[in-house]
């Protein structure tokens, strides 16, 4: 009998699923499921099939996600996907974030170029293309605010009910703003993202309404291919880290997923390191890395990175097997620290919010602790746009006292040549320019 192209299959007890059942978890167990698809035919070049789908001019080619789409769910039609399209992101190479990261090869992949302004629209198309598959009724999500607002545009574009949990007072404005913008019926719940995702659980199950958090294993395909482009993208050159911020784990058990797979089939010769970092408010995972995973903690987030302000990650054991699997490390950074790294990486001309720059600051750390060598080669994922959270930043450029050392504060003026001439000579001057 030939196997199913995939299947769903429980981490935790081994019971395997259809595809096309919808159940948000293992009905044997409750344990996270996993999808797992057969092996493409050998007499398949996986790299050469991708690479001349990236000249696509329309269609599903165009999407960086379902580019790969033997690896990410074979058997959906043409028909059947909701794309924006998304993916297609670009890697970054800026002198100045390198220099202060301390590493000679910094390269920032940035998934704030996605069409709702971060990562969570590769995951999103996979898993609202499962929703229409499965004829959901509607569809639901527990957010800090990016997956609120991805969910909203994706469901709008598949002409399925939106419904969003986010945290009373814990969500920025920029993707506030979008959640509603795109029509998704929004709660504000007095309480922590934690209590959303488990109010958004009860509810799916009680209504039934399909999850689409990152504990849906759709949501983990879509999100595996921020790591085949950027292999793609580095001529499956692999580099010796990848580094990304870790809140619900998602992202980091979406990137053990993809290594381990692209070994497997020959696309790289070896597995690069991943270092998920934490907010040191929010750090969980962190934590229990340095205990060796003994034991699973949870924490009272609190952090200026809304994104990863999570104390108890869905994601846990997925992202503890991408750990050891890949020799990876856990570490937390300060708000400082993270503010620090995203006012020089918003002064490269770069851009991105918070929780993003986490990454960066983590490579940092890491470097200073001698666990990165300053001339490994690394990326660095930055997950979300600059526009995410503009509270933040203009906080941190206008109203922290004392000014931060990478404060750009406005300057009032009289309205005259002269006042302009001043102003230019003083922001020439703290600049090491030369002046008039």
């Known amino acids: 009998m030939t196997p199913p192209a995939s299947r769903q299959i429980c981490e935790r007890c081994g019971n395997a699923l259809a595809e096309l059942d919808a159940s948000p978890a293992c009905p044997a167990c409750g344990g996270l499921l996993e999808l797992e698809h057969a092996p493409p035919d050998d007499s398949i070049d996986l790299r050469a099939r991708f690479a001349a789908r990236r000249g696509a001019v329309a269609g599903i080619d165009v999407s960086g996600v379902w580019r790969y789409r033997e690896l990410v769910l074979p058997?959906?039609?043409s028909a059947e996907i909701v794309s924006h399209p998304e993916g297609n992101t670009p890697l970054l190479d800026r002198a100045a974030v390198a220099t202060w990261a301390g590493i000679e090869h910094l390269l920032m992949k940035h998934e704030g170029h996605n069409p709702t302004g971060s990562f969570k629209d590769r995951g999103m198309t996979v898993a609202m293309t499962q929703a229409r598959r499965t004829r959901a009724r509607a569809v639901a999500c527990a957010s800090t605010g990016n997956t609120s607002a991805s969910l909203a545009a994706y469901a709008a574009q598949a002409e399925l009910p939106a419904l969003v949990f986010v945290p009373a007072?814990?969500?920025?404005m920029g993707k506030l703003a979008q959640t509603m913008a795109y029509g998704a019926l929004t709660l504000v719940v007095r309480g922590t993202f934690d209590d959303c995702l488990t109010l958004a659980r009860g509810s799916s199950a009680a209504l039934g309404v399909q999850l689409l958090n990152s504990v849906n294993p759709f949501r983990i395909e879509g999100q595996k291919t921020i790591v085949l482009e950027l292999l793609e993208q580095l001529a499956w050159d692999a580099p010796d880290w990848i580094a990304l911020p870790a809140g619900n784990l998602g992202n980091t058990s979406a990137f053990g997923k993809a290594l381990r797979e692209a070994r497997s089939l020959?696309?790289?010769?070896?597995?690069?390191?991943?270092a998920a970092i934490q907010a040191s408010g929010a750090a969980p995972f962190a934590h229990s890395f340095a205990n060796?995973?003994?034991?699973?903690?949870?924490?009272?987030?609190?952090?200026?990175?809304?994104?990863?302000?999570?104390?108890?990650?869905?994601?846990?054991?997925?992202?503890?097997?991408?750990?050891?699997e890949t020799n990876g490390v856990v570490a937390a950074v300060s708000d400082e620290e993270m503010l620090a790294a995203k006012a020089v990486i918003d002064a490269a001309g770069v851009g991105c919010e918070p929780a993003s720059a986490a990454s960066v600051a983590g490579v940092r750390a890491l470097r200073a602790r001698g666990v990165i060598g300053a001339h490994e080669r690394v990326v660095s994922v930055l997950t979300g746009n600059l526009l995410k959270d503009p509270e933040s930043l203009v906080r941190y450029h206008q109203e922290t006292e004392p000014a931060p050392a990478g404060a750009n504060r406005p300057v009032e003026i009289e309205s005259t040549v002269r006042a302009v001439e001043r102003a230019l000579d003083t922001f020439l001057g703290a600049r090491g320019l030369r002046a008039g």
């Open 75 to 77: 058997t959906a039609s």
């Open 169 to 172: 007072g814990k969500v920025a």
């Open 266 to 274: 020959g696309l790289i010769p070896r597995v690069p390191r991943l």
């Open 292 to 324: 060796g995973f003994a034991e699973r903690i949870t924490v009272q987030p609190e952090t200026v990175a809304t994104a990863i302000r999570i104390g108890a990650p869905a994601s846990w054991d997925r992202a503890v097997r991408a750990i050891r």
